[in-house]
């Protein structure tokens, strides 16, 4: 968009003054001096064809200028619908798909009540009518291979079910996370769990080493039996801020937690997921976080 262009577009939304236009230019000028001269240039040139009128201190835009502004504006938006549909056509997929519907939609609207709008359009479009039923082809054509993937992927999820493919769920590190580990520990009956500790991590073994219910083993190891579970939610949820700077998981037989981004995760073969998930249901709510694979 050209200097007049802006200008142009910024007084038909309201009044404006010398001051403001040149505020708002500076940007796009290495002084002051230049954006003064140039702001300078086009204002008396876009008084001069009686784009504009000064009036006191502000500039207003006149009935020719607020054509002008107009036909530009109908050129823009008919060069983006352009614009997207080449695009689409030269990457053969459907990502600029919402916005071309948006603009469509938008040029549609605006021609029931501009006729001018359609006339421009029938003259200066580059798209037909045969574009847009190409591109309804490469939906209904992505649409009937989703379905025939989503199909196959369905029976690969059984599958992986039926075979006790391992699954996660996340949590808020919080005091409902306990009564999920509580229950990992009722599902696999065990007396005690293990917390493995970064071995480059010394903070997280003198977080733990410093409480007698963790007993500590080689390699940064610690034990806690699970009576002793409410020791750990101790330590964890009134040193939060110590433990968010910590790196260490939980070993529950199969089952493992760890920590990240202040969430626990909890991955496990499919079926002590699945129980997890039906004794606590607000879990299926949890957001989706994109996370590595025990890192």
């Given amino acids: 968009m050209t200097l007049a262009d802006s200008i142009l577009l910024q007084i038909s939304q309201k009044r404006t003054s010398f001051n403001d ?22 204002i008396k040139n876009l008084v001069a064809f009686e784009h504009i009128v000064k009036k006191e201190d502000f500039y207003e835009i006149t009935d020719k200028g607020k054509k002008i502004v107009e036909s530009k504006l109908k050129n823009k938006m008919l060069i983006i619908i352009n614009d997207l549909l080449k695009k689409s056509k030269a990457t053969t997929n459907l990502v600029h798909l919402d916005d071309i519907i948006k603009n469509i939609q938008i040029f549609l609207e ?4 501009d006729p001018t709008l359609l006339m421009a359009g029938k003259s200066s479009a ?17 649409i009937s291979n989703l379905n025939r993937l989503g199909q196959a992927l369905d029976k690969q999820i059984l599958s992986l079910k039926e075979l006790n493919f391992e699954d996660m769920v996340i949590s808020n590190l919080d005091s409902a996370a306990f009564e999920i580990i509580a229950k990992l520990i009722d599902l696999y009956s065990v007396n005690e769990i293990i917390i493995d500790c970064d ?64 969430k626990l995760y909890y991955t496990a073969p499919y079926e002590i997921i699945n129980q997890i998930r039906e004794t606590f249901p607000s879990l299926n709510k949890t957001e989706n976080i994109s996370i590595t694979k025990r890192e």
């Fill in 21 to 42: 236009l040149l505020t708002r230019i500076m940007p796009n000028y290495s002084s002051t001096a230049s954006a003064r001269a140039a702001l300078s240039r086009a």
């Fill in 199 to 262: 071995k480059d991590d010394i903070n997280s073994g003198l977080l733990f080493e410093n409480h007698y219910e963790f007993i500590r083993k080689p390699d940064n190891v610690f034990i806690l039996k699970a009576e002793d579970l409410n020791a750990l939610k101790k330590l964890v949820l009134t040193n939060l801020e110590s433990i968010m700077q910590t790196r260490f998981k939980i070993y529950i037989k199969e089952a493992i937690i760890y920590l990240k981004l202040g």
């Fill in 110 to 113: 605006r021609s029931k009540e």
């Fill in 126 to 142: 580059t798209f037909y009518i045969s574009d847009l039923d190409e591109l309804k082809e490469s939906i209904e054509k992505r």
